[in-house]
């Protein structure tokens, strides 16, 4: 049985990944074959590219940029595969989490204004915002992925 490790680290640049240990199924690929398998190999690169289509599905959409930023790369060699997926948008960590009731001031100028309000104001006071998970979710899912790719293995 393979062995499953996911991380996630939140800041500027959000990613997760996805750590996927597939000795048990070389073994026995090696035992057949006599070396590496690219089947185990295709497995995990399908399951790195349906977590990160999950992911996608499962990101809230206002403009689409956080959704198209979603991308993926494979890591690692021999025995030990795996993958990141992740966003480079900056504002991705506080949907991923939401954020709590917080004080908006201006950076710049002495005021806040916006088209709509009645008049600039010194501050806002930020109810904060829900957490609407997308990253975590997705690579919670490896594990079904990779079962459902790995059956495949040698099969073709």
Do not use: C
């Not at 026995?28 to 295709?42: E, H, I, T």
């Not at 690692?76 to 992740?86: H, K, M, N, T």
């Amino acid at each position: 049985m393979a062995r499953f490790r996911a991380s996630a680290r939140m800041r500027l640049g959000t990613s997760v990944s996805a750590q996927i240990n597939t000795r048990q199924y070389e073994r026995g690929l090696r035992r057949f074959l006599g070396g590496m398998s690219d089947d185990v190999k295709l497995a995990v690169e399908r399951t790195r590219i349906d977590v990160q289509n999950e992911a996608r599905r499962r990101a809230p959409v206002d403009t689409g940029r956080l959704r198209s930023s979603i991308v993926s790369r494979s890591e690692g060699s021999g025995r030990s595969v795996g993958y990141v997926v992740g966003t480079n948008v900056n504002y991705a960590a506080a949907v991923e989490y939401g954020t709590a009731p917080h004080v908006i001031k201006p950076k710049y100028k002495q005021a806040l204004y916006w088209p709509g309000a009645r008049h600039p104001v010194a501050q806002v006071n930020h109810p904060g915002t829900r957490a609407q998970p997308f990253l975590r979710p997705a690579i919670e899912m490896t594990e079904i992925f990779w079962r459902a790719h790995a059956s495949r293995i040698g099969r073709r």
